[in-house]
Nanobody
Framework: VQLQACGGGLVQAGGSLRLSCAAS???????MGWFRQAPGKEREFVAA????????YYADSVKGRFTISKDNARKFVYLQANGLKPEDSGVYYC??????????????????WGQGTQVTVSS
């Protein structure tokens, strides 16, 4: 499977963005998710969704502001980011894993990554 993310951009604090990730090829993962990485920082978990069933998981820093969703038929996963803050800035990556729920917060447990899309939130 290959992942292609898009939808990033420059937005003012308080604004919104919708990131999209398209999966091509045969997808058999358990979860699809989003991570982000700011300059000089480690890649961090943002959100994940179970591909079959739809249970979703969020980092504490984005709960109540971000929503992850999916379209199984089209093999898309989305991240609706509202109430953006400057600290949300970074490169956002979509990813896929066959891992179990307890492992989804560790980027090392995800086996397929998209190319990333830049999100910049100005204050």
């Amino acid at each position: 499977v290959q992942l292609q993310a898009c939808g990033g951009g420059l937005v003012q604090a308080g604004g919104s963005l919708r990131l999209s990730c398209a999966a091509s090829g045969r997808f058999s993962g358990t979860f699809m998710g989003w991570f982000r990485q700011a300059p000089g920082k480690e890649r961090e978990f943002v959100a994940a969704i179970r591909w079959n069933g739809g249970a979703s998981y969020y980092a504490d820093s984005v709960k109540g502001r971000f929503t992850i969703s999916k379209d199984n038929a089209r093999k898309f996963v989305y991240l609706q980011a509202n109430g953006l803050k400057p600290e949300d800035s970074g490169v956002y990556y979509c990813a896929a894993t066959n891992g179990i729920t307890s492992s989804i917060y560790d980027p090392g447990m995800w086996h397929t990554w998209g190319q990333g899309t830049q999100v910049t939130v100005s204050s």
